[in-house]
């Protein structure tokens, strides 16, 4: 059952193309479903959350977290009224414009944009996630795109510089970017998946820290909620150990910040009492930590990036990744007419390389560039 203050689908804001209504499902029921079946969407299994797709089975890849993220926003939504469906879309589309080999991907095809423009706006894959539901899926003989409704876009754009806000308005007025001139919120479901995804990759990237041998089960003391919950996990399984113990502290860990955000959430929600979604949106963010979790999640986002992120074997992958996406975009640059032609024939070369490099997978960009330069950078 729907809050009043939860967007509801018979109240969506609509398609960019209007569409006969579907008979079996609704609004945000239809968004979850083209993302599911995009081809952006079954490119995520092959690329980078923090560790490369061919240095191990069990690692998260960005397919797997979006599943997770999902997860986790769904149960919140459910306890707080809010709309699952709308929940689920975002959640498996916030990845969808991510490049391969995670954050150093993303970074090194942004310094190389503005290298070669530089007035362009560069890269930025919040932006590119819009741009892959909004233009590049091609499934449809109608339009370019999944043609998702505002919601599910809106939430999709989970950031935006002024300057990319004003260029989206000026080919869409009153559009997704409006709220970034506006300094209002996205909606309810938009604010629960931003923060879903925090608590999903922190505690993921712990696992997976440990899993590589790259975190010590020791180190995480110094984290007072990881400490907390192994505590407690202890208390109750005294003769809980290895990865048992991991798993049950990491459950716990996601319990704790699930509990404090619906807790955190409900009170503000109490307090300000919107009665519609779009009240919702003019009123401060409602969706949050309580300020004890907020510097819990702090210190352990601190932890993973001083201790894992900025690991000498991480960031030696993540210095070769950037090569190849640097090598990539030179290459297709001096000699388009190796992309396919879809991406050649665009007026603008350098962001139709951009596009292409930001939909492959970790495996095919190694294969290009292999192709390319005669050189293999990872074994």
Same mark, same amino acid.
Request: net charge neutral; hydrophobic share 40%; with cysteine.
């Given at each position: 059952?729907?809050?009043?203050?939860? /967007?509801?689908?018979?109240?969506?804001?609509?398609?960019?193309?209007? @569409?006969?209504?579907?008979? !079996?499902? %609704?609004?945000?029921?239809?968004?979850?479903?083209?993302?599911?079946?995009?081809?952006?969407?079954?490119?995520?299994?092959?690329?980078?959350?923090?560790?490369?797709?061919?240095? *191990?089975?069990?690692?998260?890849?960005?397919?797997?977290?979006?599943?997770?993220?999902?997860?986790?926003?769904?149960?919140?939504?459910?306890?707080?009224?809010?709309?699952?469906?709308?929940?689920?879309?975002?959640?498996?589309?916030?990845?969808? *414009?991510?490049?391969?080999?995670?954050?150093?991907?993303?970074?090194?095809?942004?310094?190389?944009?503005?290298?070669?423009?530089? !007035?362009?706006?560069?890269?930025?894959?919040?932006?590119?996630?819009?741009?892959?539901? !909004?233009?590049?899926?091609?499934?449809?003989?109608? $339009? %370019?795109?999944?043609?998702?409704?505002? @919601?599910?876009?809106?939430?999709?754009?989970?950031?935006?510089?002024?300057?990319?806000?004003?260029? =989206?308005?000026?080919?869409?007025?009153?559009?997704?970017?409006?709220?970034?001139?506006?300094?209002?919120?996205?909606?309810?479901?938009?604010?629960?998946?931003?923060?879903?995804?925090?608590?999903? $990759?922190?505690?993921?990237?712990? %696992?997976?820290?440990?899993?590589?041998?790259?975190?010590?089960?020791?180190?995480?003391? @110094?984290?007072?909620?990881?400490?907390?919950?192994?505590?407690?996990?202890?208390?109750?399984?005294?003769?809980?150990?290895?990865?048992?113990?991991?798993? &049950?502290?990491?459950?716990?860990?996601?319990?704790?910040?699930?509990?404090?955000?619906?807790?955190?959430?409900?009170?503000?929600?109490?307090?300000?009492?919107? %009665?519609?979604?779009?009240?919702?949106?003019?009123?401060?963010?409602?969706?949050?930590?309580?300020?004890?979790? +907020?510097?819990? /999640?702090?210190?352990?986002?601190?932890?993973?990036?001083?201790?894992?992120?900025?690991?000498?074997?991480?960031?030696?992958?993540?210095?070769?990744?950037?090569?190849?996406?640097? &090598?990539?975009?030179? +290459?297709?640059?001096? !000699?388009?007419?190796?992309?396919?032609?879809?991406? +050649?024939?665009?007026?603008?070369?350098?962001?139709?390389?951009?596009? $292409?490099?930001?939909?492959?997978? &970790?495996?095919?960009?190694?294969?290009?560039?292999?192709?390319?330069?005669?050189?293999? =950078?990872?074994?």
């Amino acid at each position: 059952m729907l809050q009043p203050f939860a /967007s509801h689908p018979n109240q969506s804001r609509g398609r960019r193309y209007a @569409e006969p209504a579907a008979t !079996d499902r %609704d609004e945000f029921q239809r968004d979850r479903d083209r993302i599911v079946h995009s081809t952006s969407f079954r490119r995520l299994v092959y690329k980078t959350q923090v560790f490369l797709n061919h240095e *191990g089975d069990l690692f998260r890849t960005r397919l797997t977290h979006s599943l997770e993220v999902a997860q986790l926003a769904r149960s919140m939504a459910r306890t707080l009224g809010l709309n699952e469906d709308l929940v689920e879309a975002i959640a498996l589309a916030h990845d969808l *414009g991510h490049t391969p080999f995670g954050h150093a991907g993303q970074d090194a095809l942004d310094e190389s944009l503005k290298r070669h423009r530089p !007035d362009s706006s560069g890269f930025e894959h919040n932006l590119q996630s819009l741009r892959v539901v !909004d233009e590049l899926e091609q499934r449809y003989p109608a $339009y %370019d795109g999944l043609n998702l409704s505002f @919601e599910a876009r809106e939430g999709v754009l989970k950031h935006c510089s002024a300057r990319n806000a004003q260029r =989206l308005l000026d080919a869409e007025p009153g559009g997704v970017a409006q709220r970034f001139i506006d300094r209002r919120q996205p909606s309810l479901e938009a604010q629960l998946c931003d923060l879903a995804d925090q608590v999903a $990759y922190n505690a993921h990237d712990i %696992d997976d820290g440990v899993r590589a041998g790259l975190l010590l089960p020791e180190q995480l003391d @110094e984290v007072p909620l990881v400490a907390q919950c192994r505590a407690a996990a202890l208390r109750q399984h005294p003769r809980l150990a290895g990865r048992r113990l991991l798993f &049950d502290t990491i459950r716990r860990m996601l319990s704790a910040q699930v509990a404090d955000v619906v807790a955190a959430t409900s009170a503000l929600v109490a307090e300000h009492r919107p %009665d519609s979604a779009d009240a919702a949106r003019r009123l401060p963010p409602l969706v949050r930590f309580s300020e004890p979790m +907020a510097q819990h /999640s702090a210190h352990l986002k601190r932890f993973l990036r001083t201790n894992l992120y900025r690991h000498a074997q991480v960031t030696d992958t993540t210095d070769r990744a950037r090569q190849v996406i640097r &090598d990539l975009f030179e +290459a297709y640059c001096a !000699d388009p007419i190796q992309m396919p032609p879809e991406h +050649a024939q665009r007026p603008r070369t350098q962001r139709g390389v951009a596009d $292409y490099i930001a939909g492959m997978t &970790d495996r095919f960009a190694l294969r290009e560039h292999d192709r390319l330069t005669g050189r293999r =950078l990872f074994a």
